[in-house]
Nanobody
Framework: VQLQASGGGLVQAGGSLRLSCTYS????????MGWFRQAPGKERESVAA????????YYSDSVKGRFTISRDHAKNTVYLQMNSLKPEDTAVYYC??????????????????WGQGTQVTVFQ
Protein backbone atom coordinates (compact mmCIF):
# COMPACT_ATOMS: atom_id res chain seq x y z
CA VAL A 1 0.00 0.00 0.00
CA GLN A 2 1.63 3.20 -1.14
CA LEU A 3 1.12 6.91 -1.56
CA GLN A 4 2.64 8.68 -4.54
CA ALA A 5 2.81 12.47 -4.44
CA SER A 6 3.43 14.64 -7.48
CA GLY A 7 2.85 18.10 -8.91
CA GLY A 8 5.45 20.18 -7.16
CA GLY A 9 7.57 22.70 -8.98
CA LEU A 10 8.91 26.22 -9.23
CA VAL A 11 6.36 29.03 -9.34
CA GLN A 12 6.33 32.77 -8.99
CA ALA A 13 4.60 34.34 -5.99
CA GLY A 14 0.90 34.73 -6.68
CA GLY A 15 0.86 31.69 -8.91
CA SER A 16 -0.80 28.31 -8.50
CA LEU A 17 0.11 24.66 -8.34
CA ARG A 18 -1.94 21.51 -7.88
CA LEU A 19 -0.44 18.62 -5.97
CA SER A 20 -1.72 15.10 -6.41
CA CYS A 21 -1.41 12.08 -4.15
CA THR A 22 -2.39 8.76 -5.63
CA TYR A 23 -2.95 5.88 -3.27
CA SER A 24 -3.08 2.18 -3.90
CA UNK A 25 -4.82 -0.41 -1.77
CA UNK A 26 -8.48 -0.69 -0.85
CA UNK A 27 -7.88 0.35 2.75
CA UNK A 28 -6.92 3.90 1.85
CA UNK A 29 -10.21 4.52 0.11
CA UNK A 30 -11.78 4.59 3.57
CA UNK A 31 -9.01 6.63 5.16
CA UNK A 32 -8.80 10.33 5.79
CA MET A 33 -5.99 12.00 3.90
CA GLY A 34 -3.77 14.90 4.81
CA TRP A 35 -1.11 17.16 3.37
CA PHE A 36 1.87 18.25 5.43
CA ARG A 37 4.87 20.36 4.57
CA GLN A 38 8.38 20.82 5.87
CA ALA A 39 10.53 23.83 5.13
CA PRO A 40 14.33 23.76 5.63
CA GLY A 41 15.19 24.02 9.30
CA LYS A 42 11.56 23.76 10.39
CA GLU A 43 9.36 21.02 11.74
CA ARG A 44 6.82 19.27 9.56
CA GLU A 45 3.44 20.99 9.83
CA SER A 46 -0.07 20.05 8.86
CA VAL A 47 -1.53 21.99 5.94
CA ALA A 48 -4.88 20.39 5.13
CA ALA A 49 -6.87 17.22 5.64
CA UNK A 50 -10.05 15.61 4.32
CA UNK A 51 -12.32 12.84 5.55
CA UNK A 52 -12.69 9.65 3.54
CA UNK A 53 -16.12 10.78 2.34
CA UNK A 54 -14.75 14.16 1.40
CA UNK A 55 -17.48 15.83 3.43
CA UNK A 56 -15.23 17.53 5.98
CA UNK A 57 -12.00 19.39 5.51
CA TYR A 58 -9.43 21.09 7.69
CA TYR A 59 -6.94 23.85 6.85
CA SER A 60 -4.16 25.46 8.80
CA ASP A 61 -4.58 29.17 9.35
CA SER A 62 -1.59 29.89 7.12
CA VAL A 63 -3.27 28.43 4.01
CA LYS A 64 -6.98 28.92 4.71
CA GLY A 65 -8.65 30.66 1.82
CA ARG A 66 -5.77 29.93 -0.58
CA PHE A 67 -5.50 26.13 -0.61
CA THR A 68 -8.23 23.58 -1.32
CA ILE A 69 -8.06 19.88 -0.59
CA SER A 70 -10.26 17.44 -2.47
CA ARG A 71 -10.38 13.76 -3.38
CA ASP A 72 -11.55 11.64 -6.27
CA HIS A 73 -12.32 8.08 -5.22
CA ALA A 74 -12.66 6.92 -8.81
CA LYS A 75 -9.03 7.92 -9.37
CA ASN A 76 -7.78 7.05 -5.86
CA THR A 77 -6.31 10.52 -5.72
CA VAL A 78 -6.25 13.41 -3.28
CA TYR A 79 -5.50 16.90 -4.56
CA LEU A 80 -4.17 20.07 -3.00
CA GLN A 81 -4.96 23.10 -5.11
CA MET A 82 -2.65 25.90 -4.05
CA ASN A 83 -3.47 29.45 -5.17
CA SER A 84 -1.95 32.82 -4.34
CA LEU A 85 1.30 31.14 -3.42
CA LYS A 86 3.78 32.96 -1.23
CA PRO A 87 7.52 32.46 -0.75
CA GLU A 88 6.77 31.17 2.75
CA ASP A 89 4.87 28.27 1.17
CA THR A 90 8.20 26.92 -0.07
CA ALA A 91 8.65 23.44 1.38
CA VAL A 92 8.59 19.75 0.66
CA TYR A 93 4.96 18.67 0.68
CA TYR A 94 3.95 15.21 1.88
CA CYS A 95 0.65 13.41 1.72
CA UNK A 96 -0.42 11.07 4.49
CA UNK A 97 -3.17 8.56 5.18
CA UNK A 98 -4.83 7.87 8.51
CA UNK A 99 -8.05 6.32 9.83
CA UNK A 100 -9.45 9.64 11.06
CA UNK A 101 -9.23 13.28 10.06
CA UNK A 102 -7.84 14.14 13.49
CA UNK A 103 -4.92 11.84 12.76
CA UNK A 104 -4.61 13.00 9.14
CA UNK A 105 -4.23 16.60 10.32
CA UNK A 106 -1.66 15.62 12.90
CA UNK A 107 -3.81 16.41 15.93
CA UNK A 108 -3.46 12.81 17.08
CA UNK A 109 -0.86 10.13 16.43
CA UNK A 110 -1.76 7.49 13.91
CA UNK A 111 -0.52 8.27 10.40
CA UNK A 112 -0.46 4.92 8.61
CA UNK A 113 1.47 5.88 5.51
CA TRP A 114 3.43 8.79 4.06
CA GLY A 115 4.07 9.76 0.46
CA GLN A 116 7.60 10.46 -0.66
CA GLY A 117 7.33 14.26 -0.79
CA THR A 118 7.26 16.77 -3.61
CA GLN A 119 9.19 20.05 -3.62
CA VAL A 120 7.33 23.34 -3.97
CA THR A 121 9.44 26.46 -4.45
CA VAL A 122 7.85 29.90 -4.63
CA PHE A 123 10.01 32.85 -5.70
CA GLN A 124 9.34 36.58 -5.77
Amino acid sequence: VQLQASGGGLVQAGGSLRLSCTYSGRTFSTYAMGWFRQAPGKERESVAAITWRGSDTYYSDSVKGRFTISRDHAKNTVYLQMNSLKPEDTAVYYCAAAPSIAQAMGARAGIKSWGQGTQVTVFQ
